[in-house]
């Protein structure tokens, strides 16, 4: 056994000398070395990779794998006779003053160091390394917990009175009482251990690594932590890893095929691609700004606090269908979530379930959906101050929370804001008011009555859409549609179904949302000439600017939107102006019409049925950015040139 035991030793003296080890810990210890602060504690933490070290030596990599602890202290003797020999730490006295933490890059990809919390029995005593993979639903308040304490005997005339023969270093699964308590007593004269306070050495490494919400792969070792008659089954993390994943890096034949099809445009593919989306749930042609937006929405969804955002408001007589197809779109992303009405959208602050009385935050609907889709449902449902909180939301894509400590045990009160990375979809159900939410001559041409809803709530929304078909005038294709479905559920109605599958389209958002797109100067000149004459038109005296203090980041996160869509990597003015198109009506559903004047379906004006109406389509496109010109040069605050304007 000692023969194997030195034999290990070697090993990791050279795996840490060709891994790079070596030269980190050579570097700590002169940290300490140099520091003018008294140490009782001298923690270095050794990446470890288990393959490199199992190509070395398959004993010592089983040993790591298996018996971390017991691999932890034959690293502890090294990492003791390195600094002794070469004289690193000169206020080292024993060994036990080491403290090793051993951090696994990875485990082998194999179930047995998968950790299963559903698998019964649940294996907690074996104190080895386990992974986990998932998304963090909940947070506690942040507690340092002791890394190290040094104890001294009480008694005068003992030797062990003075020096650091006692020192007492946090294992896995252990519990604080279990590092520092009062009960402890000196093996050699049996007298009562006493801690020295001023060596205590305390820690939250990985605390901050992690945000609830979002998504991890932990490495760590599984414990059991008794709290009175209640038993928490818990891993101790000693690596943290974000998960973010691969989109595809191509895009189906179909689509491929498509793409080259309508190359002569830059309009046909993302109008093909909303023509015929989601027709497992509405016929192909219906809806079509409607499932536009919805996928430009997909495509603007990513996990970073700088991302563009484009939330969607639907006003809708017709909940049946809007919320089947809403339900169906949020499918096609790994973070879709249809928020249930009985809880809570944001996160929210309640007492740890586990019976520790602390203050634990709960992520809720809008955090699980991060870097995704939250989908809230009819927003007509919610109160007063549901809508407020919202609201603020997303002004600023945070949420703060209040902990009162005097609530959950703590000495003084916690604020914790949160990033909130998600787009929001939701719908206003005008045919539940007991108001006639419809067009009336007391109002503008082209407004709808909003009332229903706060003011300010629907600015932030980046999109109004009103959906084509009223329930009271439903077409002969959704009838149809929604009766054959009612009959057969798994019916394949229409041939482009079969073209363009549900998975076809989950492959095509996740590539599209990965594209990296730049703004054009051509089209940064465009937006920033009808977000100003905009401004100029829906101006009055009485209450100012009608455009919210986002137009423009709206109007920008679009025309990216379109320009991903398209599966391009630079924005074009053509992107500009359907972004312009889309942001113009729902203006005109908020306030009416403006002196630009675009028609009520500004984008999709007449049905797309074969190669002609594509060529019509691009036809009525070319003339509204011709409008759209003439209105930038009419209202705007200089002449703005464009190469292609003749």
């Avoid at 390394?129 to 005068?156: H, N, P």
């Avoid at 779109?329 to 602390?358: E, W």
């Amino acid at each position: 056994m000692h023969k194997e035991i030195q034999k290990m030793k070697e090993i990791i003296l050279v795996y840490l000398d060709r891994s790079g080890g070596l030269e980190k810990f050579i570097h700590d210890c002169k940290r300490y070395n140099d520091s003018k602060q008294s140490y009782a504690v001298y923690r270095f933490v050794i990446s470890i990779n288990p393959s490199d070290v199992a190509e070395l030596d398959a004993t010592l990599g089983n040993c790591i794998l298996h018996k971390p602890m017991e691999a932890a202290g034959i690293f502890q003797s090294v990492c003791f006779v390195a600094i002794k020999t070469l004289s690193l730490i000169e206020q080292l006295q024993t060994e036990a003053q080491i403290s090793i933490l051993l951090k696994p890059t990875h485990l082998p990809p194999l179930p047995s160091y998968v950790l299963s919390l559903s698998a019964f029995p649940f294996n907690y005593s074996s104190k080895r390394f386990y992974m986990s993979e998932g998304i963090a639903i909940a947070m506690g308040t942040v507690t340092k917990y002791t890394q190290g304490a040094r104890f001294l005997c009480t008694g005068e005339t003992c030797p062990f009175s003075e020096g650091f023969r006692y020192i007492r270093v946090h294992l896995p699964g252990a519990t604080e009482s279990a590092t520092v308590r009062n009960d402890f007593v000196c093996g050699l004269c049996s007298s009562p251990l006493q801690e020295d306070m001023k060596f205590r050495v305390l820690g939250d490494e990985l605390a901050n690594r992690m945000t609830i919400g979002n998504h991890y792969k932990i490495i760590g070792i599984p414990a059991c932590v008794q709290n009175g008659p209640q038993a928490t089954a818990c891993i101790e993390v000693s690596s943290v890893q974000p998960c973010k994943p691969n989109g595809p890096s191509f895009i189906g034949e179909n689509f491929q095929y498509l793409l080259s099809l309508t190359s002569s445009s830059c309009w046909r593919f993302t109008a093909m691609l909303a023509n015929v989306f989601a027709s497992q749930v509405v016929p192909p042609g219906t809806y079509n700004t409607l499932k536009l937006a919805i996928l430009l929405s997909l495509v603007q969804t990513c996990e970073i606090e700088s991302a563009d955002y484009l939330d969607l408001l639907i006003v809708t007589s017709d909940t049946l269908i809007i919320d089947r197809l809403l339900n169906y779109s949020i499918c096609l992303l790994p973070r879709g979530i249809r928020h249930p009405s009985s809880s809570d959208i944001f996160p929210s602050v309640s007492k740890d379930k586990h019976g520790t009385g602390s203050a634990s935050i709960q992520a809720c609907s809008a955090l699980l959906a991060q870097g995704g889709i939250c989908y809230i449902g009819d927003l007509s449902s919610y109160k007063k101050d549901k809508l407020e909180l919202l609201q603020s939301v997303l002004e600023s894509r945070t949420t703060t929370l209040f902990i009162p400590g005097k609530k959950y045990g703590e000495e003084a009160d916690q604020q914790v804001t949160i990033a909130v990375q998600t787009n929001f979809w939701s719908y206003v159900d005008v045919g539940s008011s007991p108001k006639k939410h419809i067009a009336r001559d007391s109002f503008l041409i082209g407004q709808m009555d909003l009332s229903l809803m706060p003011p300010n709530l629907l600015d932030v929304f980046g999109l109004l859409i009103y959906n084509e078909f009223p329930s009271c005038q439903l077409s002969f294709p959704v009838v149809n549609h929604v009766l054959q479905k009612a009959i057969n559920p798994e019916a394949m109605l229409y041939r482009v179904s079969q073209q363009f599958r549900t998975q076809d389209y989950e492959e095509l958002i996740l590539f599209a949302k990965n594209l990296h797109v730049q703004l054009s100067s051509e089209a940064e000149n465009l937006i920033q000439g009808y977000y100003l004459a905009s401004r100029r038109v829906r101006t009055d005296s009485v209450h100012g600017s009608k455009l919210s203090a986002s137009a423009l980041k709206i109007l920008i996160s679009l025309s990216k939107a379109h320009t991903k869509l398209s599966l391009r990597k630079k924005v074009l003015e053509e992107d500009a102006l359907i972004a312009i198109l889309l942001f113009e009506s729902s203006l005109t559903l908020k306030h009416g019409k403006s002196a630009l004047c675009i028609e009520p379906n500004a984008v999709f004006p007449f049905d797309l049925s074969d190669e002609n109406s594509l060529q019509q389509r691009d036809i009525y496109l070319l003339q509204c950015h011709h409008q759209l010109l003439q209105f930038i040069g009419a209202y705007g605050p200089g002449t703005y040139i464009s190469t292609n304007e003749e």
